[in-house]
């Protein structure tokens, strides 16, 4: 199946810092989620994004749709020790089936 | 409101042994699926269910991979005989309807490793 392409594949950065990672695709979709990932756990939804160019936050969190339908983007501002873990993103041109990133690994150090 | 439930958690087998996994999606929850997720990669369905309807089963390895969901409500997917590249971790996702919000919730998993 396909495999959409985040990057970078894993960031190191110290706690309070922002945190910026994007995702690709070869094709358009028109939903975009964005999950994390704990180890030993399923994803944990995130933000849901349904509209090109559509700007939304959860928190500390800011996700947006990319106008070419074929990215997307999340930002993490201060960054605290429980953000920890692996962020997937995932399409759909439906809404049935999702395609999932390779993650993104994010270590925050205090 | 309990979120899904899977089981085992992990399961250690020998290539060529049957394994089986269940799954119990959050209640009136309409939509199961089946996720593999390889070491580093993200998760890549397997068979999607639209009540005890199997809709979408284009990625599954049906030589040895098969799945139920009998009464619409919990499932089973099954391998049989297991392989070495079939350890991975094996996820199940509901949601309330197909096609809607796209709000999948995971259960934990069952990570399987096969010697």
């Known amino acids: 199946g396909q495999q959409l392409n985040q990057s970078p594949q894993s960031m190191f950065i110290q706690e309070g810092e922002d945190v910026s990672m994007n995702c690709t695709s070869s094709s358009i979709f028109n939903t975009w989620l964005w999950y994390k990932q704990d180890p030993g756990e399923g994803p944990v939804l995130l933000i849901a994004l349904y509209k090109a160019g559509e700007l939304t936050s959860n928190g500390r969190l800011t996700a947006q749709f990319g106008i070419t339908r074929k990215d997307s983007f999340l930002n993490i501002s201060a960054s605290i020790p429980s953000d920890v873990g692996i962020y997937f993103c995932a399409g759909s041109l439906t809404g049935n089936q999702f395609y999932f990133g390779t993650g993104t690994s994010l270590t925050v150090i205090p | 409101e309990a979120g899904v439930v899977q089981s085992p958690r992990y399961k250690i087998i020998e290539k060529k042994q049957p394994v089986a996994f269940w799954c119990n999606p959050i209640s009136g929850h309409n939509t199961l699926y089946w996720y593999r997720q390889n070491l580093g990669q993200g998760p890549e369905l397997l068979i999607r269910?639209?009540?005890?309807?199997?809709?979408?089963d284009s990625q599954l390895p049906k030589d040895r991979f098969s799945a139920e969901r009998l009464k619409g409500v919990d499932s089973t997917l099954k391998i049989q005989p297991a392989e070495l590249g079939d350890s991975a971790v094996y996820l199940c996702?509901?949601?309330?309807?197909?096609?809607?919000?796209?709000?999948?919730?995971f259960g934990p998993g069952t990570r399987l490793t096969v010697l």
């Open positions: 996702a509901s949601s309330l309807l197909a096609g809607g919000s796209g709000e999948q919730f």
């Open positions: 269910y639209e009540n005890e309807e199997a809709v979408d």
